[in-house]
């Protein structure tokens, strides 16, 4: 059994979950391990409200880009299956606050301020796919604030 100690508890931002759905990506196996170690207890996964709404979103354009039938369907089906392997922290007060001032402060999109700001409630990783090209100027308040990219996590 793997030490999961560094990564024992994450909040996915939406970039990650997508990975999943996307059967070439290179990150698509580290997802499913996640999902999987998540599955058996070995690590907790969890996500914000408004991750599940981007992941909605997102899903179903790249289900639509696939050409698959029904795209939204398929997007809903995705997203009560991540429902089933992750638990969905209720936004309160301290992250609505918290992720605002991130706003202010990072410039970066308010979705992965939620993110960041969910982590910290809840003592977690907050965990990103890669560096996006809006944190490049901010990466290092960003590190500050303990965020983790998929390819720096053992599972």
Do not use: H
Request: charged share 30%.
């Amino acid at each position: 059994m793997r030490d999961y100690s560094t990564v024992e508890r994450l909040v996915l931002d939406t970039s990650v979950i997508i990975e999943y759905i996307i059967s070439r990506s290179m990150y698509r196996p580290r997802v499913a391990k996640l999902f999987r170690a998540a599955s058996t207890g070995e690590i907790e996964l969890y996500v914000s409200p408004i991750t599940l709404s981007e992941t909605l979103y997102i899903a179903s354009k790249v289900y639509q880009a696939a050409r698959v039938q029904d795209p939204n369907s398929e997007a809903l089906d995705f997203v009560e299956w991540v429902k089933k392997r992750v638990k969905v922290v209720e936004i309160n007060e301290n992250i609505i606050f918290r992720a605002g001032e991130l706003k202010k402060l990072l410039y970066i999109a308010l979705p992965d301020c939620y993110v960041i700001a969910t982590a910290k409630d809840i003592e977690a990783i907050p965990l990103f796919k890669t560096v996006e090209k809006e944190m490049e100027p901010v990466l290092k308040e960003l590190r500050r604030l303990g965020l983790k990219f998929l390819d720096e996590i053992e599972v």
